[in-house]
């Protein structure tokens, strides 16, 4: 269940970050819209990264908890 | 093992090609937006990647009405590599007798090909009339175009640079269809043979697959945002995707929530079936009997017609490959971690 309540918790905060930001107006300087709006590809491979970096940091946890349990011979569990 | 190294090869090739390979040339911006008819009037072209100077002299600029009437800029004269000056002598009236028309704007010349920026000008009658139509409409039609030679990807106003996302956004639905199809399929194997292997390997699937899921929508979402203006504007796949995503969350509540192993393990396999059965129409058939915001969604086919071309079609396949493959790897760690699990007796 704490899978689901951090991937909810991210995408509400990036819901409410992408609400605070101009919708449509462009600004001079507005830095996700110069440059043909190239830092908004940079933002999407950056969300996919981090998204798998999130799904390997949780497996880690799982093997770290099983490699206590190897060497702790169950005393871990309680 | 050479699947892993193809993945790593075809992510390269999918980073690579997608960054570095440039726009084609396009149009920014045309000002003013308006004149009337009968002046004479000095456009400004803004153009995208465009080299300008290089076809100086050979730079034509029209503004067109229809296939049949446009007319073709006098003079023509190169700012800069993005700036252009077109000299027209608006017509007299418009071709078939409006009181106000938008026209489109085109430039073409051998170094860049041809661009348009459509509903780039609106021209205005002016307060003399004039019954008759005006030849100068079809004087100079728009002909002997040029081709941009070279590997380019299309320029498309509103979206420009992020049309690369399609090797990155897009992907991520191809990988969430296999996943799940791969978990979908352990599941049937399970009910013929209940083996709890063939049920851990279900549910790792559908656990990167719903990981790729939502990778797709928060990426969606984040593009829509600078490119419809908003990140959740209910367009019919955003919805349709979020609830077979919250099915196959339930998927996971509905595991979680037995006591005996077993018994879980077969309602979850009949429940993830059903699932997948779901999970087709709302991602591949609801979306297309609407109107959506998202491209080649109604009617034909994704792949059909101009949405991809073929430049974008050689990165655009490897990067599916590489990307399913990357999710078909990130599974089996999980799986080999969840033997591991089973063998020492689980871990709750």
Known sequence: ?78 | MWWKITSVLLLVYTFTLGMLVPLRPGILTVSPESGLTRQSTVLTISGYNAHFTQGEGQTRVWLTYDDENAILAHRVKALSDTQLEAEFQLPANLPKGEATMVLNCIVDNPADGTSVLPNAFQLKLDSTTMQEYDPTWKAHPVEKLNVKKGFTYPYRNVIYETIRNTYFHVPMWFVLLFLLLASATYSVIYLLNPKPEYDSKASAYAETGLLFGLLGLVTGMLWAHYAWGKAWSNDIKQITTAVALLIYMAYFILRSSFDEPEKGARLSAVYNIFAFATLIPLLYVVPRMFASLHPGATGSPAFGGQDLDNTMRAVFYPAIIGWTLLGFWMTSLRIRAKRIEDKLGGLD
């Open chain 1, 1 to 78: 269940m704490k899978f689901f309540k951090t991937r909810i918790f991210f995408i509400i905060v990036l819901f409410g970050a992408l609400y605070l930001c101009p919708a449509n107006a462009y600004a001079a300087g507005d830095f996700m819209r110069e440059t043909g709006k190239i830092n908004v590809v940079v933002g999407v491979i950056l969300l996919l990264f981090f998204g798998i970096v999130a799904y390997l940091i949780r497996l880690e946890r799982k093997l770290t908890k099983l490699e206590h349990q190897i060497n702790d011979d169950h005393e871990w569990k309680n």
